[in-house]
């Protein structure tokens, strides 16, 4: 029996959704499409066509007149959502949720809040970055500096971030202050080598997932996407290597 027109529309309602969510939190332009197309077979639409980009995603369906687009204004990481989405379209496949209590899961997921707290996303940023020292083969007596210009620096960027529009340059900043602050304990002999403590600190600021899902995307095939996402962490490095810059000017 072929699929009514409405419950078409709320079919692509529930794909845009899922897609929308899973863009949001850090997935990857093919996982999306991927798992918009599952949606769309496990409710019995065979034929579906979907165009993903980090800021939108197309959608349409055959036996349906209409294309449905949705915009992508806001992107983070939280790979939980991502994986969530995944299993339920694994649900779906076999059969085991209806089209209502999907869209009620989908709904309920895309306004839960799920992210750990900004605490200890700062003490994991601030351990991270005394870790990622010693990785560099730094010292021992700078890994307390590095602890603290890390935390910092990252407390700064995810705070600033909520308040400042352009995320750039909350990221520029938030790498100045490590600078900074590297700058300080080294003058005050707290700290032995400024390079090292500067590069423990921001590792936490690079866009290492932003680089990865950028070489996925055109591994796919997904030019479009692999290149924007690529020139966004390729615009966050140079972001964060102005910041480290203008304090080096101080020297």
């Excluded at 379209?89 to 306004?111: C, D, F, N, W, Y």
């Excluded at 003058?187 to 500067?198: A, N």
């Excluded at 600021?205 to 690529?230: C, E, Q, W």
């Amino acid at each position: 029996m072929a699929t009514s027109l409405p419950n078409i529309n709320e079919i692509m309602d529930v794909c845009l959704l899922a897609g929308k969510i899973m863009l949001e939190n850090g997935a990857e332009t093919y996982r999306v499409e991927d798992t918009m197309s599952r949606i769309a077979a496990g409710y019995g639409i065979k034929q579906s066509h979907s165009f993903v980009t980090p800021t939108g995603i197309i959608f349409s369906a055959d036996g349906s007149e209409s294309t449905k687009l949705a915009r992508i204004l806001e992107r983070s990481t939280d790979l939980r959502k991502v994986t969530m989405v995944n299993s339920l379209s694994r649900q779906i496949s076999s059969g085991e949720v209806p089209l209502a209590q999907a869209r009620h899961q989908l709904k309920m997921l895309e306004t839960a809040r799920l992210a750990y707290p900004a605490f200890l996303k700062v003490t994991a940023a601030a351990i991270a970055s005394g870790c990622f020292l010693i990785m560099f083969q730094g010292q021992w007596r700078d890994f307390l500096p590095a602890f603290i210009a890390g935390g910092v620096g990252y407390f700064c960027a995810v705070n600033l971030d909520r308040f400042v529009r352009v995320k750039f340059f909350s990221e520029s900043l938030a790498a100045f202050v490590i600078g900074l602050l590297a700058l300080i304990f080294v003058s005050l002999e707290i700290g032995l080598e400024m390079d090292k403590i500067i590069i423990g600190s921001v590792m936490p600021l690079v866009p290492g997932l932003l680089i990865t899902n950028a070489v996925r995307d055109l591994m796919a095939g997904h030019l479009v996407s692999g290149l924007s996402k690529g020139a966004e962490a390729f615009l966050t490095a140079f972001a964060i290597g102005t910041g480290i810059a203008v304090v080096f000017s101080f020297l």
